[in-house]
T-cell receptor, first 111, second 113 residues
Framework: QKEVEQNSGPLSVPEGAIASLNCTYS??????FFWYRQYSGKSPELIMS????GDKEDGRFTAQLNKASQYVSLLIRDSQPSDSATYLC???????????FGSGTKLNVKP | GAGVSQSPSNKVTEKGKDVELRCDPI?????LYWYRQSLGQGLEFLIY????????KSGLPSDRFSAERTGGSVSTLTIQRTQQEDSAVYLC???????????FGPGTRLTVT
């Protein structure tokens, strides 16, 4: 079992729709959760961090965390073609230094 | 301000040669991470430095891999006797102490022929 699991996609949504990206993790001791966006050929770019159960909103992005279910998600409202990228979920291990990344979900936003 | 920088951006080397990859973190960031990303894969943790503390080397895949960080700033990742399976993009990230929000450099694409 991988430490962080993501559906590889691609997830296709029309422009203006809500994109929902999901991630599950195996380490119950994890405390910090992150979403990164990675455009093709580029390095990951931090979008959101979340540390507590519930929702955290930042502009068009909402991160949701449920530690009991070991589940974290990212909602993108009013999706734009420029949101088309691979979204990586990252979770810290019980050893706070080490982070596990999922293999990413590829999102396509169609004009 | 300046972000994380890495050099070289691309490196092609022959199997069996040694390579050195460099990372210059964001000024003031005490934590530094190295990751490896193979084509179409997620990031694989390699090593973590925090200030002057002993590094966490638990992700290094073999003893051919080593890294150092001089003066708490610039870091060098060294791969000895490179193998074809070492071909990947090597990414460096830095963060403020206690933040865990990592900012990535542009990466070094390593190709072993």
């Amino acid at each position: 079992q991988k430490e962080v699991e993501q559906n590889s996609g691609p997830l296709s949504v029309p422009e203006g729709a809500i994109a929902s990206l999901n991630c599950t993790y195996s380490d119950r001791g994890s405390q910090s959760f992150f979403w990164y966006r990675q455009y093709s050929g580029k390095s990951p770019e931090l979008i959101m961090s979340i540390y507590s159960n519930g929702d955290k909103e930042d502009g068009r992005f909402t991160a949701q965390l449920n530690k009991a279910s070991q589940y974290v998600s990212l909602l993108i409202r009013d999706s734009q073609p420029s949101d088309s990228a691979t979204y990586l979920c990252a979770v810290n291990s019980n050893n706070f230094n080490k982070f596990y990344f999922g293999s990413g979900t590829k999102l396509n936003v169609k004009p | 301000g300046a972000g994380v920088s890495q050099s070289p951006s691309n490196k092609v080397t022959e199997k069996g040669k040694d390579v050195e990859l460099r990372c210059d973190p964001i000024s003031g960031h005490t934590a530094l991470y190295w990751y490896r990303q193979s084509l179409g894969q997620g990031l694989e943790f390699l090593i973590y430095f925090q200030g002057n503390s002993a590094p966490d080397k638990s992700g290094l895949p073999s003893d051919r891999f080593s890294a150092e960080r001089t003066g708490g700033s610039v870091s060098t990742l060294t791969i000895q006797r490179t193998q074809q399976e070492d071909s990947a993009v090597y990414l460096c990230a830095s963060s403020l102490q206690g933040s865990y929000e990592q900012y990535f450099g542009p990466g070094t694409r390593l190709t072993v022929t």
